[in-house]
């Protein structure tokens, strides 16, 4: 099996209209795929198995008046199928390769605990700081 890992865009669009279960956690809209593909900030890499999409990474880069461009990964998603195939960590490189060509000088994520999947595979991306824990606060707003 030979995975490419590919950036989303207006020209690699179409490669959506052929998912994997589970890679995506509800149906894409496309109202929302239009938005995330035209806001500059926003990047997603794909993981393509033949024409599958079998993967998927997203992040945005963001900036404060106090401190210079940094990338937060949002989210990562990989086919039940494809685990365990480093395919994961491979998407988390390919956004950390971009955050550096956009200049930002920091690339973050957070998991739960019990996330046992996510932490081996982002324990597995090289130069990484150990984990921190901290405390996530949520609004759900109608």
């Given at each position: 099996m030979s995975i490419k890992i590919l950036q989303l865009n207006q020209s690699s669009v179409a490669l959506l209209?052929?998912?994997?279960?589970?890679?995506?956690?509800?149906?894409?809209?496309?109202?929302?795929?239009?938005?995330?593909?035209?806001?500059?900030?926003?990047?997603?890499?794909?993981?393509?198995?033949?024409e599958t999409v079998v993967g998927m990474a997203s992040a945005v880069e963001y900036f404060h008046p106090d401190k210079p461009a940094q990338l937060w990964i949002?989210?990562?998603?990989?086919?039940?199928?494809?685990?365990?195939?480093?395919?994961?960590?491979?998407?988390?490189?390919?956004?950390?390769?971009?955050?550096?060509?956009?200049?930002?000088?920091?690339?973050?994520?957070?998991?739960?605990e019990n996330n046992l999947s996510g932490k081996m595979c982002f324990g597995s991306v090289p130069d990484g700081e150990d984990p921190q824990n901290f405390l996530l606060y949520e609004w759900e707003l109608d």
């Open positions: 209209d052929n998912l994997a279960q589970e890679v995506f956690d509800h149906a894409i809209q496309s109202e929302y795929l239009s938005a995330f593909i035209n806001d500059p900030r926003h990047v997603m890499f794909l993981a393509i198995d033949q949002n989210e990562v998603g990989v086919a039940p199928s494809h685990r365990r195939q480093s395919i994961g960590r491979r998407l988390v490189q390919a956004l950390i390769a971009e955050a550096e060509k956009r200049g930002c000088v920091y690339a973050w994520l957070g998991t739960d």
